[in-house]
């Protein structure tokens, strides 16, 4: 099996629970919230003479996309540190459509650049994760855009697969509602944006949010893994 091709199929199939939750003892890093404060996840080991550690950024403090980019990047560069930043998308709490959700990703992931650059912060990567909703063929879609952006200030990006939503739960998005808050008030739990999520509840735990997000790190990554490519010349 391919390198990609492993790591989407197999590589989380034994992870049902997020990284947050499993080990949330022995990687307790502070997630250097702006308007709160939770925790990030770290896959570091600080003992002398080890490697460098690499550091990402991530746009959110919500645990199951940092435990996503920690996954991606620590499959491809072993050593990372992902720390989790609440920055503002500059759309709407509910992005409608996939340009609005490009455009959240993509602001999330600038505003960590600046900050990067404001704080020395030190970060190789800075990870822009947005989730949306579009229709499409007649039917509504809810999907994640990641944008990564390198301290060069390179952009790559990385759309999940997109699973379809219920009529009912389509039209409270587009009235207003967050899918999140919506698929709390169908399972009678809080929070379920931090665990599996709307697809973990429309697959019956068969997938979650980490994995899917996941997924979209994956692909935005692709242009960093071919340079040449993608950068010709180091555009």
């Known amino acids: 099996m ?39 996840i770290v896959g570091a080991n600080f003992s002398a003479g080890m490697k460098r550690t690499m550091r990402i950024l991530v746009g959110s403090c919500n645990p199951t996309k940092i435990a996503a980019v920690q996954d991606v990047f620590s499959q491809r560069f072993g050593q990372v540190e992902a720390i989790g930043l609440e920055v503002a998308s500059g759309v709407s ?7 609005e959700t490009f455009l959240g990703a993509e602001n999330r992931a600038r505003a960590l ?29 809810a999907f994640g ?41 169908l399972t009678g739990q809080y929070h379920t944006r931090l665990e599996g999520g709307a697809i973990g509840y429309l697959s019956h735990g068969q997938l979650d949010r980490r994995r899917l997000a996941a997924q979209g790190v994956f692909m935005a990554l692709l242009p960093f893994l071919n340079e040449s490519l993608f950068f010709p010349k180091g555009g």
């Not at 990564?148 to 409270?172: C, K, M, W």
């Open 2 to 40: 391919t390198e990609i091709g492993g790591f989407l199929a197999g590589g989380f199939a034994a992870r049902q629970k997020p990284l947050y939750h499993a080990h949330r003892s022995r990687f307790r890093s502070a997630c250097i919230c702006q308007t709160a404060f939770c925790w990030g």
């Open 93 to 99: 709490a509910q992005p409608m459509g996939m340009e």
């Open 113 to 141: 650049l600046d900050l990067n650059v404001r704080q020395q912060l030190n970060a190789q990567f800075c990870v822009g994760i947005e989730g949306g909703a579009a229709p499409l063929h007649g039917r509504w879609f």
């Open 145 to 185: 855009v990641i944008c990564i952006a390198d301290v060069q200030g390179r952009l790559g990006y990385g759309v999940t697969s997109h699973f379809e939503l219920p009529n009912d739960v389509a039209h409270r998005l587009a009235a207003g509602a967050e899918l999140g808050d919506v698929i709390d008030e």
